[in-house]
């Protein structure tokens, strides 16, 4: 991974000026390889499509001009997105207070629909750019931390000459993307400054405001319960735990990427997936559990375990209980053994009956297997 030049800020506009020359004037096929030397290799790419596209470098940038009639109408249709993102960016504006740059967030087609932070409204660049309703995507205003961001969905850093156009060289940003619940992206949250030192730490900064956005609008969703995951032995931190949304009847309603990431399931919008299917306890357990502290283990079908604490929010009504299918005293009260039995039940069925293959899948012993389901060993 190509990291900024430890070396002096004139230094750095050089090599970037380097690679500009490489990718812009240079033979197209090997253009972008040698400029990989010294930028990342999404910024030549992005170069390449603004290119490509019939952009020029030295062309004016010209922003759109945005009536306050369109400036309504994108806030109420970004409702959703910009109440899930107004704390974090209140804590963001509050993080960057000394630095000199500001906080951007954009719908998925690179629209802004709210900032936060010290804009200097009297300087023309940074008015033009957190505007609401303006179009900062890649096709619109070149290669930037809003359209990179939006085009690769991942985390990106740009310092002045690695923005496409040169009237936007005075920029330096940061951004990230936010995946919303059903797995698609609904936007990206940029930090920007003009004429300012490059700070390329703000990437690890906006990447955890769009998690918290992320969980945000998770969250907003209609929901019962909620599930909060993490693997065995990790600290309990947002940045690595995935969060989970239940309906009344245990089936999933939202979910944050690093839920889908521990629980595989990797289907945008996970609607018809009931809690019974990826957890091997009976669903009222998990509903009971919000009313215990802590994190319980639990274990999955794979014959993974997670560490699940639930919270709630509101009180699931009783005649929901027959949904679920755990209307059974007992079986709330099931102790945990029967529960790992249950889970070696269900993988020696998926496997047809192959107690090596179940043993290898759960990592345990054939004797283990065995003893758990009361037969003799062959």
């Known amino acids: 991974m190509i990291h900024p030049s430890p070396h002096s800020g004139s230094e750095r506009l050089a090599r970037i000026s380097h690679a500009r020359d490489l990718v812009l004037q240079g033979a197209r096929h090997s253009s972008e390889s040698a400029a990989a030397q010294y930028v990342q290799p999404w910024i030549a790419q992005s170069w390449q499509r603004c290119l490509a596209a019939g952009h020029q470098p030295d062309h004016r940038l010209n922003f759109d001009m945005v009536s306050s009639a369109v400036q309504r109408r994108s806030v109420e249709a970004n409702h959703t997105l910009r109440t899930a993102a107004r704390s974090a960016l209140e804590q963001l504006s509050v993080a960057i207070a000394q630095t000199r740059y500001f906080a951007i967030l954009t719908n998925a087609h690179g629209e802004v629909v709210d900032t936060s932070g010290a804009i200097d409204r009297s300087d023309r660049r940074a008015d033009l750019i957190s505007r609401i309703g303006v179009d900062l995507s890649e096709t619109a205003v070149g290669t930037t931390a809003i359209g990179v961001t939006l085009q690769e969905q991942r985390s990106t850093w740009l310092h002045r000459g690695e923005h496409f156009y040169q009237d936007a060289q005075w920029y330096s940003c940061a951004g990230a993307p936010i995946i919303g619940p059903d797995g698609q992206?609904?936007?990206?949250?940029?930090?920007?400054?003009?004429?300012?030192?490059?700070r390329p730490a703000l990437m690890h900064?906006?990447?955890?405001?769009?998690?918290?956005?992320?969980n945000a609008?998770?969250?907003?969703?209609p929901h019962t319960l909620v599930l909060h995951l993490q693997w065995p032995g990790q600290h309990s931190g947002k940045d690595n735990e995935g969060l989970v949304c239940i309906d009344a009847e245990g089936v999933f309603s939202a979910m944050n990427p690093m839920a889908r990431q521990m629980l595989g399931l990797v289907q945008?919008?996970?609607?018809?997936?009931?809690?019974?299917?990826?957890?091997?306890?009976?669903?009222?357990?998990?509903?009971?559990?919000?009313?215990?502290?802590?994190?319980l283990t639990v274990p999955l079908w794979s014959g993974l375990h997670l560490q699940v604490r639930a919270s709630t929010a509101g009180t699931l009504a009783p005649k929901s209980r027959g949904k679920l299918g755990w209307s059974n005293a007992s079986a709330i009260d099931q102790p945990l053994k029967d529960h790992e039995t249950a889970l070696i039940k269900h993988t020696v069925t998926q496997l047809r009956g192959n107690v090596a293959a179940a043993a290898q899948q759960l990592g345990i012993s054939r004797s283990t297997i065995y003893r758990k389901l009361g037969r003799p060993q062959r």
Not at 217 to 221: E, G, H
Not at 280 to 288: M, T, V
């Open 205 to 214: 900064l906006v990447s955890t405001s769009a998690r918290a956005i992320e």
């Open 217 to 221: 609008l998770v969250l907003a969703r």
């Open 185 to 198: 992206c609904a936007g990206m949250v940029d930090v920007t400054g003009i004429e300012v030192p490059e």
């Open 268 to 295: 945008p919008v996970p609607s018809t997936v009931h809690m019974n299917d990826v957890f091997a306890i009976h669903a009222g357990q998990l509903f009971d559990a919000q009313h215990t502290a802590g994190w």
